[in-house]
Structure formats: C-alpha cells, structure tokens
C-alpha cells in the first residue's frame, strides 16, 4: 500500500464540519435562504492534521505522513503539476472502482 503524505505537518489546524450540520445548513437556505448571502459552516472543534490522520489510520488502515514546511513550500510553486501528478496516480484505481459498480465515469465529478 501506498503511504499518503500530506503537505505541511501535523500541527496545521484545519476546519471540519459534520455532515449533520452541512444538511442542516442546507436545509436552512432551502427554507430561508436568501439569493446572494454566503454562509460558513465549520464545528469547534480543534482539529489538526495529526489528529485526522490518526482517523484517517484507524479507520481505513492506511498509513499517513508529512511532507514538511521546505517540501510544502516548494510544491506551491509548482501545486497545480502536484495535483495533476496525484491524480494520475489515483485515476486507474478510480476507473476500476467505477466499473465494478457499472458507474459510467461521466456519471461523476471527476471524470
């Protein structure tokens, strides 16, 4: 298995939200949203990398770490090949979940 290695480390802060409250929010413009407005959603929780990974671990059996700050720092320069990078390494793997559950690719967001 692949380890997943994330940018930065594992005391970045970084905002979550329950999929309770997201519903409830969407819920909430159904009923008395308004054109325009913009809303954020996010919990009080004082979540970090480290800490979701230790989930992502426990819960998927996969292994996580970190890039660092010079490594992370230098993929911004160059994110957008990064991301391209990631996803061709993750497209195959994609494509055959899709097939075994007779999903056509153009069905979804990320054909």
């Known amino acids: 298995k692949t380890e997943m290695r ?11 939200v329950h999929v309770q409250d ?5 819920w909430h ?8 407005e913009a809303y954020n ?3 009080s929780n004082d979540t970090t990398q480290g800490n979701f ?5 426990s819960i998927y059996k ?6 660092g700050s010079i490594m992370s720092s ?9 991301v391209d990078e990631a996803n061709d390494g993750h497209e195959e793997s994609w ?8 999903i056509l690719p153009e069905m979804t967001p990320l054909n």
């Open 6 to 16: 994330f940018l930065w480390g594992e005391d970045l802060r970084i905002h979550t």
């Open 22 to 26: 997201v519903a409830a929010g969407i």
């Open 29 to 36: 413009l159904v009923c008395a949203g308004e054109v325009g």
């Open 41 to 43: 959603l996010v919990d």
């Open 53 to 57: 990974n230790a989930l992502l671990e």
């Open 62 to 67: 996969v292994k996580t770490s970190f890039h």
């Open 74 to 82: 230098l993929a911004k320069l160059k994110l957008e090949e990064l």
């Open 95 to 102: 494509v055959e979940l899709l097939a075994t559950k007779n």
